[in-house]
């Protein structure tokens, strides 16, 4: 938090200049509850909802704003999905305000959980007008960042407000984004540090939904799946690093980039005073360091979290098993891939190396994120001599055809 404060130029301000972030930063101060933190808190939350998109005629109806002196879709800026507007903000932000009605209602202002639920209700509204590949939207099961987040969202939301309408979505919702885990007990948006930290934060506001919910009777499988199918393989405790390939990368040595994962590794096994913990060091001002105001909120819900770590995944995270291990994994992602011919991954883990390759055959480079610049289908990890994390990465390029 101290990091994230130097980050806030104080009220009437937005940590990185972004809502979404502002959010989560507000959960943090509600839960660190110093001083003037909840006035701080209160005030955020309040000039957050204030950049909610409320015409219900528009098709980003719901979402918010995340730079606030940016215009607003339209004639001065083209409307355009993840441009001039983007909805996975109103997941990233309805999400958080989760946190705050479950967990600290008793520190908000009069009239300020009824804003936070008006804004829920309008957020959950609006994930009801998307549907992939319509509008330019993407949003397919597959997608399983956003996907899981909409299923938290909106199975919340029919409890919340009484909603047979939400209810149900929320629950078919839930079926299908469990059906695309289940071809492979893979998450079909697969290895990456940032993404699949999401994903596993959306899965642990599980404890906040309502008992008979379908996403309850599997979250905590899930939870411990993705850890046992996936993090605890790649992740390469002699690099304090997670191996690739990566379906979506924001870097490639955790210690120089900060990924969401890292956060969550780091709350399993420490390594923050020995600085072994795959966190960069100094973090504040490191590569991609905006997204570190979720660690505002990853204590708060890992109560829902960690127990359902498998200790042998915690083991791995620890220490290299033996000489190391190779893996072999399958994911797919329709429409964006050819159903018939699943992305095969293979990988060694060893003492200072770690190699990874994927087998693919996509309609769409890079998967549903439709983002090939951030697609690393083959990587290269090893220790120098010096103690530093070298690499060589086979990642698209739009500059160079087709590999750079």
């Known amino acids: 938090m101290k990091g994230l404060d130097m980050n806030w130029g104080g009220p009437g301000t937005y940590i990185f200049g972004s809502v979404r972030y502002s959010a989560w930063y507000a959960v943090g101060l509600l839960a660190r509850n110093e001083n003037d933190d909840a006035k701080d808190a209160n005030e955020l939350v309040r000039n957050i909802v204030s950049y909610q998109f409320t015409d219900p005629t528009k098709v980003w109806y719901g979402t918010y704003k ?19 507007y983007d909805p996975n903000i109103g997941l990233f932000i309805g999400t958080s305000f989760i946190i705050v009605l479950e967990e600290f209602a008793d520190l908000l202002d009069a009239g300020v959980e009824d804003l936070i639920k008006q804004s829920l209700y309008n957020v959950t509204v609006g994930e009801g007008y998307r ?6 939207d993407n949003l397919y099961p597959v997608y399983s960042n956003p996907w899981f987040m ?26 299908q984004g469990i059906a695309a885990f289940d071809i492979y007990n893979t998450l079909p ?20 939904m ?29 690099l304090e690093s997670l191996g690739g390939p990566w379906d979506r990368a924001y870097g490639y040595d955790m210690r120089d980039y900060f990924g969401i994962l890292g956060g969550q590794i780091t709350g399993l096994i420490g390594g923050i005073k020995n600085k072994t913990a795959p966190l960069p060091v100094p973090m504040v001002g490191s590569l991609h ?116």
């Open 66 to 84: 995340d730079v606030p002196d940016s215009p607003d879709p339209g004639d001065t800026w083209t409307p355009e999905i993840y441009t001039s």
């Open 131 to 136: 549907n992939g590949g319509i509008n330019g």
């Open 150 to 175: 909409r299923i938290m969202l909106t199975t919340y939301a029919g409890n919340l407000f009484d909603s047979a309408n939400f209810t149900f979505w929320g629950n078919e919702w839930a079926e």
């Open 189 to 208: 948006e697969y290895n990456s540090g940032t993404y699949n930290g999401v994903v596993l934060y959306a899965l642990s506001l599980w404890g906040y």
């Open 210 to 238: 309502p008992q008979n919910s379908t996403i309850v009777t599997r979250a905590t499988d899930l939870i411990s799946q993705i850890w046992t199918n996936g993090v605890g393989q790649y992740y390469n405790p002699t």
């Open 289 to 404: 360091y905006s997204d570190a105001a979720i660690l505002a909120m990853l204590p708060v819900i890992s109560k829902f979290h960690d127990p359902y770590v498998p200790g042998s995944v915690i083991s791995q995270l620890i220490a290299l098993e033996g000489d190391g291990h190779f893996f072999r994994a399958q994911a797919v992602s329709p429409p964006f891939d050819n159903v018939d011919y699943p992305r095969n991954y293979t990988s060694w883990t060893g003492a200072g190396l770690s190699v990874g390759g994927i087998e693919v055959d996509n309609y769409v480079v890079g998967g549903a994120a439709i983002n090939p610049s951030v697609y690393v289908p083959a990587s290269i990890l090893w220790r120098t001599p010096i103690g530093e994390t070298a690499w060589i990465n086979a990642c698209y390029s739009w500059d160079i055809s087709p590999f750079n």
